[in-house]
């Protein structure tokens, strides 16, 4: 499996492909994906998500 990704480099369009890693965005910067996330079955919770991009506490402890 595979992403495919497309980036622009001067006026044209130059095409992409990621089987696993990370994709960084160039268009928001700081934004990333993990590539497997794309096919995990069940696929990440957004909990999950926002914890990796440490937008969310690792402990959901209503109190604290």
Known sequence: REFT????KGRRFVEGRLSRGRFHSDVL?????????????????????LRAWNLAAD???PGQ
């Not at 990704?5 to 622009?8: A, I, K, V």
């Not at 910067?29 to 998500?49: C, H, I, N, Y």
């Open 59 to 61: 402990d959901a402890t």
């Open 29 to 49: 910067p700081g934004l990333w994906l993990e590539v497997e996330w794309l096919w995990r079955k069940p696929p990440p919770t957004l909990q999950a998500v």
């Open 5 to 8: 990704l497309f980036r622009l």
